[in-house]
C-alpha cells in the first residue's frame, strides 16, 4: 500500500494517538500548558515517531487530514479537562507549512471550536519561521485572522530556521519557542548561552512570551530561570503523555 493510503487507512481505524507534553510557568512553577504531540501505535511496528511520518505526510495531501484530526483531538480534549474541572491552560497543536497556507483551515477551526466548544484563548497555535517563507504577507494575514479570532500563535524551533528577524515586529504572535538545540549544553556552551540571552531579550522588547523547550537538567531550568525565561518543557518535568498520564500529573504536580 502506498504510505499516503496507509497513513488514511491508519487514521480510519484509530492508529494515532495524542500525547501532551506540560508546559510549566517560571514565575508560579504551575501547568500553563500543553502541547499535543501525535504518535502513530502501527499494528505491526508499534509505536512510529511524527519525526518518521509527518515529512512523507508533508509531501503528499494526507497532513491536511492528519492536522485536522489532531486539531479536533486536541480541542475536544481540552475541553474534557475543563469540564472535569482541571485547572484551564490553552493547548497547543502544530501546524505544519502545508496547512497554514491552505483556505480552509479557518473556516476547519471555526467548526472545530464551535463543535468541541473550546473558546478560541484554549487553543495555541505553533507555526515554525519555515512557514513565512512561501509568502511572507499571506501568512501575516492568515496570523491576523486567527488572533481577530481569539487564538493565539506561538513561533516555533525559534532560530532555527529562516530567519525572520526582519519580520519578526510584523507578526501577531503571542510567544517566542527557542528551539531545543539551543537549550542542549546552554550551561557549558558561552555561545549558545549569548544567543539565548539575547532573544529572550529580544522577545520582551517585542512584549512576547519566550519558552525554552527540551529542558533536561536542573542546571538547565536554573540557567534558563536566571535569564528570565518565562516558560518551560522537557523531559525534566515530563516526557509528552497520554491524557489520562498527563491529567494525573497536573493533579500530583500542584
Ligand atoms: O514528539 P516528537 O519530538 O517525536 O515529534 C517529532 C516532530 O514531529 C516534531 O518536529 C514535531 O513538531 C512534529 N509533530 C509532532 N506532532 C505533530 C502534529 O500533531 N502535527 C504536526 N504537523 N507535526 C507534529
Ligand atoms: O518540533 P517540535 O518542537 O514541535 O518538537 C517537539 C519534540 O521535542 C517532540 O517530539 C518531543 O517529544 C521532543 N521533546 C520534548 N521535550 C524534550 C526533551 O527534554 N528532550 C528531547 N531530546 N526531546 C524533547
Ligand atoms: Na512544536
Ligand atoms: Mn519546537
Redesign the pocket.
Known sequence: MRLENELKAALLEGQFKL?Y?PKIDASSGEVIGA?A?IRWLHPEYGMV???KFIPLAENSGVILDIDEWVLQEACRQNKIWQLEGMPRFPVAV?ISARHFYQSNLIPTITRILHETGLEPQYLLL?I?EGTLIRNVEYGVRMMEDLKQMGIHISM??FGTGYSSLSQLDRLPISEM?L??SF??GITEDSRKSSIVRAVIELGHHMDLRVVA????SPDELKYLTDLECDQF????FS??LPELEFSRFVLRWD
Open positions: 500525547y507534553q502541547e504531540l515517531s511524527p519525526a502544530n505553533e515554525t516555533d524551533d519557542k528551539d531545543r537549550i542542549q523547550e527540551g529542558i533536561e518543557q522537557g523531559y525534566l516526557k509528552p
